[in-house]
């Protein structure tokens, strides 16, 4: 018995349950197990929100310094680890760096069983952002950078492995937010992708490597590298609308508008775009905030689209001084506790994820061999 | 608007369409793009398979000649892979360096775009094979192995890097055959988990790397070891049967019988089941073929359950010397042609694969710093 309905992409199909967040639910806005994420990114710390997404509540003080000691006591990697990185060229996309760190790390530190799995998470949460910056440096260096800094959190930590030097605070919280933002979003493609691989009761390091190379697309993380490539195209908003007419007569897809849940917005997108203007402000820009504004503007003209997390995502990064690049592996650094929390959930009343499909190929037909083809 | 149906593992649930293969309707048996299983793995060799999935039609002579040359032309490693592969402990799991392996080649050759699909899914056939056996050896003795051979398949090459000699004219043709049936089949977990990676644009090795995480797990690939392990508990068919009862009265799952799709058999269990028994005869086996037909006995009596492929073919491929751990890798070498036929698939005419979740978490809560905590 198979239930055929118009189900491209599974769109507005129930594939499970999750008490980890709500998207696009009516009245409720985007929560994290209840927690609205304009409360989560203006009022904790995105330590405080992995914690919430793994172990169901915000932590009270001592749990939280607890978290932050052991996530600080995780950044070095293992030296086989470090090996495998020096392998990679400085050509190599660096989400293919992170898929393969992942993957490797799976190899030198297994999880052994479902006990093990918040174990694993942390270290993840720990390790990724220092192996991409010891990637980062080595393959356009040759340094072999140290993997430690005094950075009590996330943001701070991969900000002063990046640059060399100890971020601003504004920086530091700047890149946290986004963190939050970007922690959780339900069954996105990459969420659901790691459930997946969960399903068949395979491991942690699977679940997070199907996520990382699941995230990697166009249509979905890749989006912030290509908006930021959009905005880059274009000398001042005038050039920028006239830019993107052109695009859109060209019937070109624009990334980072649109959602396949939302409908009318994006609610991470208001707190990403304030962060923009504030970074811009900051920085003594004059043009990339003025310019993504009038892509946003052009695009709600024309075509009813509203910009999405990864629009402005793309421009508050590059006040941080980050590359291009490395705009969706940050994504990944906060998605990890997401894709996280949603193994641990699938497993916790796991059903192997197998759909069906609708055969459209050819009739049975008679084998010929090879000397009659 | 969201479908609500008992969806859970979306059992039942039409998630595409494809041409490749029918599992489970009516009438049709297990065929591949129209030509049934059985022909398939009694008269055509892998290739002509692999072959057959990817470009749509079975080969004919000159086409199947220059597969042939290309796979054999491209099975060495490259020296970054080797250098990764050398970091991997021999105690880690094989599945995990597959995966590594093919996550690192994904940095070293990266897929440009979808013009470069058919370039790589044959450089992922032909060095897995090459990529395991390397680690296998290097792993365990130190011993940097040669990756080429004179074998023109993919069975006796594999065979061949393995034990260092050439193999036996009926173990060819048996892994062959057995590679045959791991193919391809429909929307399976590890291939649904690729289509879901596919569908965010996401590139082919980021899909099969996907693959082979998913596939690890005890409910889907994983189960043919397990299946092992079973079998090799007992030593005789009575034992067996005494054992197999006590599981059962445990409440302990069985690995290797029934499936989601299948209601009353696996037609490929058919044919692996043959190939155990003739090499259980040629290797003058006395017990490990009974056993496991006694197994088959007992499930079939008690629990009304058929073997699936990943039950014979444990014994089939104990028959070749083959370890249990590399077992599962064996099934990635050949579903590696399902998988990437289903990624091109996929993108021909792609939609995100993006389900939605029924939330049963807290209901919206007010924030409280943590000092309130």
Chains 1, 2 share one sequence.
Request: glycine residues 6%.
């Amino acid at each position: 018995m198979s239930i055929s309905t118009n189900t491209a992409g599974l769109a507005g199909i129930v594939a499970g349950q999750t008490a980890l967040s709500t998207v696009g639910k009516e009245g409720a806005g985007l929560t994290y197990r209840g927690y609205s994420i304009e409360d989560l990114a203006e009022h904790a710390i995105f330590e405080e929100v992995a914690w919430l997404l793994l172990y169901g509540e915000l932590p009270k003080q001592l749990e939280l310094d607890a978290f932050l000691a052991r996530l600080q006591s995780q950044r070095d990697l293992p030296a086989q680890l470090k090996a495998v990185l020096a392998q990679l060229p400085e050509s190599a996309h660096p989400m293919d760096v992170l898929r393969t760190a992942c993957s490797a790390l799976g190899c030198l530190e297994p999880e052994h069983s479902a006990a093990d799995q918040f174990r694993v998470a942390e270290r993840l949460l720990a390790i990724f952002p220092s192996a991409l910056a010891y990637w980062h440096h080595f393959a356009r260096s040759g340094n072999r950078i140290d993997t430690e800094s005094p950075e009590p959190t996330m943001a701070g930590h991969f900000l002063h492995l990046l640059h060399g030097v100890q971020p601003s605070a504004e920086h530091r919280r700047a890149l946290d937010a986004s963190f939050t933002l970007y922690a959780e979003h339900e069954f996105n493609a990459s969420t659901f992708a790691a459930r997946v691989t969960a399903s068949t009761l395979s491991d942690m390091y699977s679940a997070i490597t199907s996520g990382i190379g699941t995230l990697r697309g166009p249509l979905h993380g890749g989006a912030n590298e290509q908006a930021m490539e959009l905005i880059e195209r274009f000398t001042d908003p005038d050039h920028a609308e006239q830019g993107v007419l052109t695009a859109l007569s060209r019937k070109e897809k624009i990334m980072g508008f649109g959602h396949r849940v939302y409908r009318d917005r994006d609610p991470r997108s208001d707190v990403i775009k304030e962060w923009s203007r504030r970074l811009s402000q900051a920085a003594g820009d004059a043009q990339l905030f003025a310019i993504s504004e009038r892509i946003e503007q052009v695009l709600r003209r024309e075509k009813k689209l509203f910009p999405n997390l990864d629009f402005y995502a793309a421009s508050a990064y590059r006040f941080l001084g980050i590359p291009t690049l490395l705009f969706t592996p940050l994504f990944v650094f906060a998605r990890t506790a997401g894709w996280a929390a949603h193994v641990i959930e699938q497993r916790a009343d796991n059903r192997l994820i197998r759909p069906t499909a609708d055969y459209i190929g050819p009739s049975t037909r008679p084998f010929r061999p090879i000397v009659q083809r």
